[in-house]
T-cell receptor
């Protein structure tokens, strides 16, 4: 158990819908990262938040957005869902993540999203 | 663009066989290197990491990896695999100036047969 929690574990929804995935980082970690794992794209970085502020964006679609709250938990919002958004969404956390090296990211159990 | 290559997509070994999984990256600057393992139906777990210092790093469950800077490689090894090592293995790189994002390889699916 990494100490990173994600809810829900599984989510089944229809095309065009909107869902929210939740992540709680390890105690004391200020950074939260979101990754998408799909069969065709592999593991891809989506977005990074540090202490409530967006720090970096990766291959995140405009239909997707995220935020990190004052208690440091984070939510990933996926809207206008398409079949191709079906994937495993992982959250990871690290202590600082202000841009320097020498940090380890610890991953949560993931949310498996199925869009029908 | 930075990329991470894992050349072996599927590996099948018998128990007690030795394992070596290749990982190469394309970035020439300072990097941090990681190997993560994903057991069936589970999340990514850190096996080992290299930040600096001794290029031979030891991780959990008897795994080790060697960083060879001149070859841009960070290969994972285990002298004797067990059935319980059946999993998918991912190499990941975090580079200086690249923010904190991890760039992952495509993964190697390892199956260990009894």
């Amino acid at each position: 158990d990494s100490g990173v929690t994600q809810t829900p574990k599984h989510l089944i929804t229809a095309t065009g819908q909107r869902v929210t995935l939740r992540c709680s980082p390890r105690s004391g970690d200020l950074s939260v990262y979101w990754y998408q794992q799909s069969l065709d794209q592999g593991l891809q970085f989506l977005i990074h938040y540090y202490n409530g502020e967006e720090r970096a964006k990766g291959n995140i679609l405009e239909r997707f957005s995220a935020q990190q709250f004052p208690d440091l938990h984070s939510e990933l919002n996926l809207s206008s869902l398409e079949l191709g958004d079906s994937a495993l969404y992982f959250c990871a956390s690290s202590v600082r993540g202000r841009g320097g090296l020498g940090e380890t990211q610890y991953f949560g159990p993931g949310t498996r999203l199925l869009v029908l | 663009a930075q990329s991470v290559s894992q050349h072996n997509h599927h590996v099948i070994l018998s128990e007690a066989a030795s394992l070596e999984l290749g990982c190469n990256y394309s970035y020439g600057g300072t990097v941090n290197l990681f190997w993560y393992v994903q057991y069936p139906g589970q999340h990514l777990q850190l096996l080992l990491k290299y930040f600096s210092g001794d290029p031979l790093v030891k991780g959990i469950k008897g795994f080790e990896a060697e960083f060879i800077k001149s070859k841009f490689s960070f290969n994972l090894r285990k002298p004797s695999v067990q059935w319980s090592d059946t999993a998918e293995y991912f190499c990941a790189v975090n580079r200086a100036g690249g923010g904190n994002k991890l760039t992952f390889g495509t993964g190697t699916q390892l199956k260990v047969e009894l």
